[in-house]
T-cell receptor
Framework: SQQGEEDPQALSIQEGENATMNCSYK?????LQWYRQNSGRGLVHLIL?????REKHSGRLRVTLDTSKKSSSLLITASRAADTASYFC???????????FGSGTRLQVQP | DAGVIQSPRHEVTEMGQEVTLRCKPI?????LFWYRQTMMRGLELLIY????????DSGMPEDRFSAKMPNASFSTLKIQPSEPRDSAVYFC??????????????FGPGTRLTVT
């Protein structure tokens, strides 16, 4: 079953703008990950944040984690048309190795 | 590194037929995961193996579904008999208990199954 609720479900922005996606979850987690899925393709890992971390950066990506609110956000800065894809958060529960995925945010970046 | 390999990429079959999906994980990885993606239910974990042993199969929908991992380089997901509601994209993923790379999963391209 899905754990995460992602918000918004769909987002359309112009190239160069920032895109922010949010994820909420329900259980105690070891880490939270973000994945990207291009249409008709498999998922690609973007970034992982551990439960004892609050913020992490990787290139144009910034992830925050608030374990007290059981929520995370993914910020993509200076978006490009190539960033058009669906973005999923996934949580790894404490003591478990499998991931539970959220419902995803469809991002459309207009050139 | 060839990545996770899945076959077939597309499968169209009639209700009642047996379907076998195949996965070759990345060499050296010791965990393998099967997921199913549908519009209605999103991405769901079906089963995962650690060192070829099934660890959690609580996501397998019913007895029509079975999965095996006879060795470290091959896994199958079988549906018998198939039903139209099994239509979905099935993903295989793998990873390994390596420092700093322990948790990241590598996904295959998926098998799109259509049951008519």
């Amino acid at each position: 079953s899905q754990q995460g609720e992602e918000d918004p479900q769909a987002l359309s922005i112009q190239e160069g703008e920032n895109a922010t996606m949010n994820c909420s979850y329900k259980t105690s987690i070891n880490n939270l990950q973000w994945y990207r899925q291009n249409s008709g393709r498999g998922l690609v890992h973007l970034i992982l944040i551990r439960s004892n971390e609050r913020e992490k950066h990787s290139g144009r990506l910034r992830v925050t984690l608030d374990t007290s609110k059981k929520s995370s956000s993914l910020l993509i800065t200076a978006s490009r048309a190539a960033d058009t894809a669906s973005y999923f958060c996934a949580t790894m529960d404490t003591g478990r190795r499998a991931l539970t995925f959220g419902s995803g945010t469809r991002l459309q970046v207009q050139p | 590194d060839a990545g996770v390999i899945q076959s077939p990429r597309h499968e169209v079959t009639e209700m009642g037929q047996e379907v076998t999906l195949r996965c070759k994980p990345i060499s050296g990885h010791n965990s393998l995961f099967w997921y199913r993606q549908t519009m209605m239910r999103g991405l769901e974990l079906l089963i995962y193996f650690n060192n070829n042993v099934p660890i959690d199969d609580s996501g397998m929908p019913e007895d029509r579904f079975s999965a095996k991992m006879p060795n470290a380089s091959f896994s199958t997901l079988k549906i018998q008999p198939s039903e139209p509601r099994d239509s979905a994209v099935y993903f295989c993923a793998s990873n390994t208990a390596r420092p700093k790379r322990f948790y990241e999963q590598y996904f295959g391209p998926g098998t799109r199954l259509t049951v008519t």
